[in-house]
């Protein structure tokens, strides 16, 4: 059980930051993040501060689902705004980190950008569903439109952004899961 990718879906599903979170459990933002990308293991008391400030606690953390859900609603999203870069990410699996894939819609105003996805392991698929965007690829830039599809490696960094309209949404789909 990876309890780094259970702690990071729970805070996002429940819409906090890093540093929120570890201004509600008196740790700091650095081991957080440690946590979530399993580089360091919390010990017992940590791990309950930390679930604590997530409004649970380590049975019904550690509980495993009966019955896996393979049917999701809207009601099931979770959506992340980045006004920073002008973006919204909704996720449309639940716990899809726990997953081997993880679909997403990205929204881009225009001027704004996904953030930069990390060189690793993968692939990606992206459809665009509305709009027109830029597509980066390591060094390379391609334009993509409304119907036009992507598929690619995970091992230079990856971004879109939107020039050209007001809004642009992308189908964007990451193996394994990296939003």
């Known amino acids: 059980m990876e309890i780094g990718s259970r702690i990071r879906d729970r805070r996002v599903s429940l819409g906090l930051t ?3 979170l570890a201004e509600r459990s008196d740790l700091t933002k650095g081991f957080i993040s ?3 990308r399993d580089l360091t293991s919390p010990s017992l ?3 309950c501060d930390i679930l604590d400030a997530l409004g649970t606690n380590l049975p019904e953390f550690f509980k495993e689902e009966e019955d896996p859900k393979q049917i999701f609603s809207k009601d099931d999203y979770v959506v992340m705004e980045d006004e920073d870069n002008g973006s919204e990410i909704k996720w449309l699996i639940p716990s899809a980190q726990t ?3 993880e679909p997403i819609i990205i929204k881009i105003k225009k001027g ?3 953030r930069t996805l ?3 392991e993968g692939e990606n698929f992206g459809y665009v569903l509305k709009g027109d ?3 980066y690829i390591g060094d390379k830039s391609y334009c993509l439109s409304e119907g036009d599809s992507f598929y690619c490696g995970c091992e230079v960094p990856r971004r879109i952004s939107n020039t050209k309209c007001s809004e642009a949404l992308v189908l964007w789909t990451t193996n394994p899961p990296s939003f």
């Open 99 to 101: 997953k081997s894939m």
């Open 18 to 20: 890093q540093e929120e």
């Open 133 to 135: 965007i830029n597509l």
């Open 112 to 114: 704004g950008s996904s």
């Open 34 to 36: 440690q946590v979530e």
């Open 118 to 120: 990390s060189p690793s």
């Open 45 to 47: 008391i940590s791990l």
